[in-house]
């Protein structure tokens, strides 16, 4: 069964993986459209102000607001030259508020409700009220905020999936969305609303928005579906769906991309019958979603039926791109699965039903639900995950040919729970360090701080701060932060928080630059939702 989102507080066994990025200038934007920031999921953030010393007196700003209304388990974006030219954080909730908030002061600059969230049914739903989980993506180019949503227009008896566009400028709906998702199919199988949950990351990949689906705690017989919408042309919608049941997307990273083509790995499928039906597996799509079947474009460990019989898929950690450039194969994906082990694939050539590159065990049996993140330092390549629920570790992927996985560093973190890591790095290879929340999980509230690691060697570089430092309602392995401007911004229930280093030049607002103006239209009055009463997490 997969894991039943509390996604509130994840142990600190996070992994990091190695990003190769090139240092932006000074004066270019800053700009965090996606989960983890990059189309690879890597999770690395360059920021010059971030070395270790100016990290360790890191500190919550107390004048920035962030005050939204619902629960989050989203990443937040951030838009150097958002609404106006301002520097601009979005934030989405379960009650299916979205909200522009200023990135200087948190206040709000637009919000709307995409519809009346969905009220817990059944004994599987895992989130109450559910409406938007995963985390959108912004199209610059359109400048369009994208996003998925969970309603329902009759208290609960209809239940409704949306993808949805927003212009980042007014918050109104774009033309020609949303997108219903119940009128796809493929292969004969339908869309089945109520049966299907969204909440693995959205991605773009060649100008086409692609949404994951999985399930409510597998407690039907769903299928793991991919959602492609054209974003200049929604009734182009196209859809691929797993031909055997269940096979969820649901890893916290979702979609990954080279730029043209979008990557996702499978959860566990049944009724099999010893036939392979999509589960299980690291599969890259043709433009559409068009899967081609050549084993080039997937790969799946061959116990993958010993997997499904016992519920240890794969899907439980997105896929995530790595570049190491003295190993041969170079270019590679690392599949974490629930099995506790670590896989190098061959990016180039997935490779099909196959033994991987390479593989380690890195975690206990069933820990690795989360979104690693990626660095490199001077001397290696690192992955980092979440070891088990109070453990921090990496592993190194080793410039060989073929590469292998090396043991990294370890931090035992005691009792406290973590989010999905996020790094940074003042150029792209030096003053690395690993970012995690300090999360709540199955009722061990955490300690609700933001932590920093020295990605050489596991040192505390950030011990969580003083009493002024406190997040209230982060969710397990889905918390993460980003990074932009000299600054860590956290979404938690009801509220965005802000960190800075003192002395540090605060988020500047950059010169306007001409965007076209939108065609004045009334805007929908937000409709105030009460903060839902706390409840027990469900497993």
């Known amino acids: 069964m997969k894991f039943r989102i509390s996604i509130r507080s994840f142990l600190i066994a996070c992994s990091c993986v190695a990003v190769l990025t090139t240092v932006p200038p000074a004066n270019a934007q800053v700009n965090v459209t996606q989960f983890h920031n990059h189309d690879s999921r890597d999770g690395l953030y360059i920021d010059s102000g971030f070395t270790r010393g100016a990290a360790a007196n890191l500190t919550r700003d107390p004048n920035f607001d962030g005050t939204i209304v619902g629960n989050v388990y989203a990443q937040p974006l951030y838009l150097d030259n958002g609404p106006g030219g301002r520097a601009t954080i979005i934030a989405v909730t379960e009650s299916n508020n979205v909200y522009a908030l200023d990135a200087l002061d948190g ?21 109450d009220p559910l409406g938007i989980t995963g985390t959108p993506v912004v199209d610059l180019a359109s400048r369009s905020l994208l996003l998925a949503a969970m309603t329902t227009p009759d208290g609960g008896q209809t239940k409704k999936h949306f993808i949805i566009s927003l212009n980042v400028d007014t918050g109104d709906i774009n033309p020609g969305w949303p997108v219903d998702v119940e009128t796809v199919s493929y292969h004969g199988i339908n869309f089945t609303p109520v049966i299907q949950l969204q909440r693995a990351a959205l991605g773009i990949a060649d100008n086409i928005l692609y949404v994951g689906y999985a399930s409510f705690s597998d407690c039907s017989l769903y299928h793991g579906w991919l959602i492609g919408v054209p974003i200049d042309n929604p009734a182009g919608v196209m859809a691929w769906a797993t031909d055997a049941a269940k096979g969820g997307i649901w890893g916290v990273g979702g979609v990954a991309s080279d730029g043209k083509k979008p990557f996702v790995t499978t959860g566990n499928t049944t009724n099999t019958n010893g036939v392979w039906g ?23 460990p061959t116990n993958w039926f010993d997997l499904d019989t016992t519920d240890l898929d794969l899907g439980g950690s997105g896929p995530l791109l790595v570049d190491v450039p003295d190993a041969t194969p170079s270019h590679l994906i690392v599949a974490l699965g629930k099995d506790g082990k670590a896989y190098l694939v061959d990016r180039d050539n997935l490779g099909g ?50 590469p292998t996985i090396a043991n990294g560093w370890t931090v035992n973190r005691g009792s406290d729970d973590c989010g999905s890591p996020f790094v940074t790095s003042t150029d792209g290879t030096n003053n690395m360090i690993v970012w995690v929340v300090g999360t709540e999980d199955r009722g061990n509230p955490g300690d609700q701080r933001l932590h920093g690691y020295d990605g050489d060697t596991g040192a505390v570089v950030y011990g969580g701060g003083g009493p002024n430092e406190l997040m209230a309602g982060t969710h397990n392995y889905s918390t993460t932060g980003i990074v932009a401007r000299g600054r860590v911004y956290v979404a938690g229930d009801n509220k965005v928080y802000a960190f800075a280093a003192p002395l540090l030049t605060p988020t ?25 009463p706390p409840r027990p997490t469900p497993r």
């Open 278 to 300: 999509g589960g299980e597996a690291v599969i890259r799509f043709q433009q559409g979603p068009i899967f081609s079947g050549s084993p080039v474009d997937y790969w799946v």
């Open 508 to 532: 500047p607002t950059p010169t306007p630059t001409p965007t076209p103006t939108p065609t004045p239209r009334p805007s929908q009055t937000p409709r105030p939702r009460p903060t839902p």
């Open 353 to 402: 039903i196959s033994a991987p590159i390479a593989s380690a065990q890195v975690a206990g049996i069933q820990f690795l639900r989360q979104a690693a993140a990626a660095y490199r330092t001077n001397l290696d390549t690192y992955v980092a995950f979440r070891a088990d629920r109070s453990t921090l570790s990496t592993f190194r992927i080793t410039g060989t040919s073929p």
């Open 107 to 127: 206040s709000i600059i637009w919000e709307r409700n995409v519809g009346d969230p969905l009220p817990a049914f059944g004994p599987c739903v895992i989130l």
